[in-house]
């Protein structure tokens, strides 16, 4: 599966549900808010984008580390 989102393109990533003890998993965790070329997607947006899991974890471990 294409992800329709560019992984360049995000900024000011906020996720929420991370447990570091379930690392490198992080089975809980989400994205709550994020901006995307220049604006802040909407709550559904944010939806695809979580079902997004391999970009979810990408953004994830460019967020933790």
């Not at 490198?24 to 947006?45: K, M, Q, T, V, W």
């Amino acid at each position: 599966m294409t992800s329709k989102f560019d992984y360049k393109l995000f900024t000011d990533v906020t996720f929420e549900g991370v447990d570091h003890r379930d690392h490198p998993d992080y089975c809980n965790a989400f994205i709550a808010s994020a901006e995307y070329d220049g604006r802040y997607l909407s709550d559904e947006e944010l939806d695809e984008l979580n079902e997004d899991t391999d970009l979810l974890y990408e953004l994830l471990i460019d967020n933790l580390y």
